[in-house]
């Protein structure tokens, strides 16, 4: 379980300059497994995973499918708990894969849900959320319903809607797998922005090892199923950081050599 | 779903009108020309005559019945979405509750309706049972598809963000159901007519369903048939009122997609 520690922020006035639970707690999982027992036999989704990540650190997780990644992020989530090993993590939102916003609330009301979701009044959310429009380049779509959204536009709401759930832990899931290629490295550097001017601790589970090298501090390796850690890889890169630069493109190369993709 | 909110739309009343028209043309020269007994069959303009004559009549009684099934459909909702949050929350809900619910629309409802006035006597409450009992189980149905339509990634989103589950009920679930319910309420309000009709034949003194049931027995045929197309009539509105409210309720299932922004 994880340690329900005191959220570093209280959501009560909505403040012109909000800045929820900046900074991050830690996330120490330590030999974490996981075994589902269905019809067709044991699923070990989890052996033996261990992960350390300090306050504010960015770490990506990249693997095959079927590496258990999300069960991982669930884990550090609460909304598992492992077999075998345990999890210390402090409180963290999850960004899940699909945006999974409301198609009958508009945008701000969407963006507000993780408030409201804590009993803050709708007035209330919608104050704090407003704010974060003009940041996100959301500005003027505030009453827009999902649907007339674009997919990028989806996924920032989204991502501030777990922003606003005011945990000190980020995970995020495959934030931009349902996204064209452009509208892909546009959101990346949006969200490489967006953690620097609000460091978090973050998982970000991905398959894209570009974006992975691109966006974290350290980049953890998975196998295929059953999941365990094969390479953890430091990124010592300045940011901004560029696709093209070379030292990215090396480290790029040696994630994927441990992934067994030649090339 | 889709066939219902088609059908609401056909409702636009041009084509209907002309295919009415077709019809009563055609059944009019069926009598006129084809040697029918009109006192088996009465042309329509014989209906028509008839619902003219008796509109202070079928006005009347129209208010009753129509008052009967608002009741029991209102009673229908209020069942059907007590039951199908419980058999949604709770699994031994669900396995105790969801049987008894089919099996209690195998009723042969003509045969139950007289049984249940005599043992709730000659008054509004077993006419309202009956109706409700008709006009229930759609909207279970749907309104549990609704529920369980709902995704459970969304229920474990709302627990990483602290949502006790009666806050993920209002802010996910409740909304969700909406579709579902007014699918279900388009259904019981078909439903419910046929219900009214059961339940006055076994034990009314007013309402179209009496009226029907005195006009067929008397060979009042063309009567009897002014009765059917009210009944045919209010059906309609209803259905109609229905699909406006769910267009106001619901705008989000409704495909009223805008262009969506770059």
Redesign the interface.
């Known amino acids: 379980m994880p340690a329900k520690g005191v959220t570093t922020t209280t959501i009560e006035a909505p403040a012109q300059e909000h800045r929820p639970a900046t900074g991050g707690g830690s996330v120490d999982i330590d030999q974490a497994s996981r075994v589902f027992r269905g019809r067709r036999g044991e699923l070990h989704a989890l052996a033996g995973v261990s992960l350390r990540v300090r306050p504010g650190e960015i770490v990506a997780i990249v693997g095959p499918s079927g590496c258990g990644k999300t069960t991982l992020l669930?884990l550090i989530?609460?909304?598992q708990t492992p077999d075998e090993g345990s999890v210390q993590a402090a409180?963290?939102?999850?960004m899940?894969q699909?945006d999974?916003l409301?198609?009958?609330l508009s945008a701000l009301d969407n963006a507000g849900?993780?408030l409201?979701?804590?009993?803050a009044s709708k007035a209330s959310a919608r104050a704090q959320a407003a704010p974060w429009f003009t940041r996100l380049g959301l500005e003027g779509?505030e009453s827009?319903?999902p649907?007339?959204?674009?997919g990028g536009?989806r996924q920032r709401v989204s991502f501030l809607r777990s922003l606003l759930?005011g945990?000190p832990v980020l995970?995020l899931d495959e934030p931009f797998a349902s996204l064209d290629a452009l509208t892909r490295a546009e959101m990346q550097g949006w969200l490489a922005d967006m953690l620097s001017a609000e460091p978090r601790t973050v998982v970000l589970v991905t398959h894209d090892v570009e974006e992975a090298v691109l966006l974290a501090d350290r980049v953890v390796v998975m196998s295929a199923r059953p999941g365990r850690v094969i390479a953890d890889l430091q990124v010592p890169l300045p940011r901004p950081r560029h696709r093209t630069d070379p030292d990215l493109v090396a480290l790029r190369a040696q994630a994927l050599r441990e992934l067994g993709v030649p090339g | 779903m889709r066939l219902l909110s088609g059908l609401s739309r056909g409702l636009r009343p041009l084509p209907a009108l002309l295919l009415l028209a077709a019809f009563l043309g055609a059944w009019e020269l069926y009598v006129d020309l084809g040697g029918v007994d009109p006192l088996v069959l009465p042309p329509p303009h014989a209906v028509a005559s008839a619902l003219f004559h008796d509109r202070g009549l079928l006005w009347s009684n129209l208010k009753t019945t129509a008052g009967e099934i608002l009741a029991g459909i209102a009673v229908a909702i209020t069942v059907a979405f007590v039951l199908s949050v419980a058999i949604h929350l709770s699994g031994t809900a669900r396995r105790a509750l969801l049987p008894l619910l089919i099996a209690s629309q195998t009723l042969p409802i003509v045969i139950i309706a007289p049984l249940l006035i005599l043992w709730l006597g000659f008054s509004f409450v077993p006419r309202l049972v009956v109706i409700a009992l008709v006009a229930f189980f759609p909207l279970v149905i749907t309104t549990l598809d609704a529920l369980e339509a709902v995704d459970p990634d969304l229920i474990k989103l709302m627990r990483t963000f602290d949502a006790t589950r009666l806050r993920t009920f209002r802010q996910i679930e409740l909304p969700a159901v909406l579709p579902g319910l007014f699918t279900g309420a388009k259904l019981a309000a078909v439903f419910s007519v046929i219900g009214a009709v059961f339940a006055e034949q076994a034990g009314a003194t007013h309402g179209l369903g009496y009226l029907l049931t005195i006009a067929v027995y008397q060979l009042l045929v063309p009567e009897a048939w002014a009765a059917v197309t009210v009944l045919s009539l209010f059906a309609i509105a209803l259905f109609a009122l229905i699909s406006l409210l769910e267009r106001r309720a619901v705008p989000w299932a409704h495909h009223t997609k805008g262009e969506p922004a770059k």
């Open positions: 669930e989530c609460g909304l409180p963290a939102a999850l899940p699909r999974l409301l198609p009958w849900v993780a409201r979701a804590r009993g779509f827009a319903r649907a007339e959204l674009s536009m759930a945990k995970a």
